[in-house]
């Protein structure tokens, strides 16, 4: 029996050519990791060199460090940064969501990105533009036939082609270096579900691998660190269904996976003494998703929030890691 509702006849769409669009940020966003880090607090400098530390004993040590990012954090100018720290060997797994994917991609394919919605939306354009959505769907498409997952789909098509602001692509340079970069998306959340190419089974799968491909990096992660900048809501909900899942695998063979130092950077102030543990549920900080989830999946004393622009959280922790490999303290 076939539904009873009408669908939404995307064919009778206007896209219009992504050259017509007016976009907020170019290349000269990027920021240079050799300059000069923001000025922070004292005590939030401490912070970061704690991290930092955990991060360069991980290193050392052959443990893995996963970092998890919003889109604003590619907006923001911060793909350098990550791409240096992934050939450094800091990184081991990135993951965002797909607004990460799509500002990555455009960034890539023109050397620009990031429309302004309130007009658009005005417009009835927002998002129906023509390349992002077609050669995004079509290199998905492309990878999923090949069991790929959405991340490495696009950047194996970033990594094949020429394009203007290709150095700046976390999703091309991660897959250059063999490090998965795995893309956690919500059905109808991104542009290019809009463009009449869009496959939601395809979509599905490729993001489903991708979550799998996760799950397989957090069954490494046993004394490891997971790092979340920017993602609010993403990070959290799948980091803790991976980790239940592989758990119970390591479980059934003798196995552990604890010990995991999770630092969470966010723009919001943070209210609550997360070493204590869970606060009440008449404080507001209860709803405040990206710690409580985090705590309950960790030692909470292993918890570490770092209220602050995310420009300046990686752009400092990547100068104390770099201050560290000079033997500095």
Known sequence: MTS????F?????????????????????MIDPDSKAPEIDK?????????????????QAKRTTILAYGAHVFKNGCSP???????????????????????????????????????YLAQGQFGLWDETGLLMNVAIQKGVEMDKGLGESLGQ?????????????????AFELGIPLTSHIGVGYDIIHEHPKADGAVLGKASYNDFLIFANSV??????????????????????????MARNVAKQEGKTI????????????????????EPPKDNPAYYSRFCKTFARTTNPKNLRYVSMDNRAFLHNLYKRIEARERGEK
């Not at 006849?9 to 966003?29: A, T, V």
Request: charged share 25%; hydrophobic share 40%; proline share 3%.
């Open 4 to 7: 009873k509702y009408q669908k």
């Open 9 to 29: 006849d995307r064919s009778r769409l206007k896209l219009k050519p992504i050259k017509q669009r007016e976009s907020k940020s170019g290349m000269e966003i």
């Open 43 to 59: 005590s939030d400098l401490r912070g970061i060199d704690e991290i930092a530390s955990i991060m360069c004993n991980n290193r």
């Open 81 to 119: 940064i990550l791409i240096e720290l992934m050939k450094r060997g800091y990184i081991q797994h990135l993951l965002t969501n797909g607004a990460g994917t799509i500002h990555d991609f455009e960034m890539t394919y023109m050397g620009r990105t990031e429309e302004d919605v309130r007009k």
């Open 157 to 173: 098509f970033i990594a094949g082609n020429k394009f203007p602001g290709k150095q700046y692509s976390l999703l091309g340079n």
């Open 219 to 244: 069954s490494k992660l046993n004394n490891g660190a997971f790092l979340s900048v920017g993602s609010a809501i993403m990070a959290p909900m799948v980091f803790e269904k991976a980790l239940s």
């Open 258 to 277: 604890d010990n995991i130092v999770i630092a969470v950077n966010d723009i919001q102030p943070d209210t609550w003494n997360w070493a204590l543990g």
